[in-house]
């Protein structure tokens, strides 16, 4: 009797396992489907100072949360399923935490891959230098923006860590009174570094002045205009080449050049 019923125990088994692993294929799938979206939606994450370019932070990050350990703020946090950004690595909420821009930036040196690079936030004498932090740069909507309805705040202008640098304040006068004078706050995108500190003391409910990933908020020129008056600005395309078109000029005038395209037309 065992004997007869062995085959038929072999063959439940078979299907137990088999559908066992299909199903465990399908939540690997679907698992792998979800990392994949989180890993997509990159493009306005800000993260640590002194962070290699995205691409090259992604392939130098391990992952292991040093950084976050050593912001005394609090302000890192580590992605987790559900933020839409790559698990496991560093970024920060500028309305939530920003960045306060510790003198001697504990977050950077701890890395032990380089994904945040301690030479870019070094001066010439190998000391740490705040100034040179590119987290992002903060922008003003200046439809939101309270200052150029006339309502007068300087909220971002105080709050800003290189005061009078970062952000200046422009006055300009308000010809609807006739009386008062517009605030206006102006972001030196050179100087900002990105920290956030602006975005979080902005009293409008949502904030008028964003922090954004520096190459989603700032345009490039390319190499096709310069400012001939700026020595710097000629060496940034000292290596670029160009193609130039050679054509002879047609010496006839309008009138004849017409009449001999009909002429060719008609022939």
Known sequence: MDILNKPKEDRRKFILSSARAIG?????G???????????ATSLILRPP?????NDFLATCIKCGLCVEACPFDTLKLAKPGDNMPLGTPYFVPREIPCYMCVDIPCVPICPTDALDEKLVKNSKNEFEIRQMQMGVAIVDEKSCVAFWGIQ????YRA??????????VYEKNDRTGKHAFLKPVVNSDICTGCGLCEKACIT?????????REIA??????HYIKGWDESDEKRVKNASSDTNERTINQKNAIDSLNSGMKDLLE
Request: aromatic letters at 4%; glycine letters at 8%.
């Open 24 to 28: 465990l294929a399908i939540l690997g």
């Open 30 to 40: 679907l698992t792998w489907s979800a990392y994949l979206s989180e890993v997509k």
């Open 50 to 54: 002194a962070a290699l370019a995205e």
């Open 153 to 156: 705040c300087d909220a971002c």
């Open 160 to 169: 800003c860590p290189l005061l009078g640098e970062a952000i200046n304040i």
């Open 205 to 213: 409910e949502k904030p008028a002045i964003l922090v954004l990933p």
């Open 218 to 223: 700032l345009g490039k020129v390319g190499d």
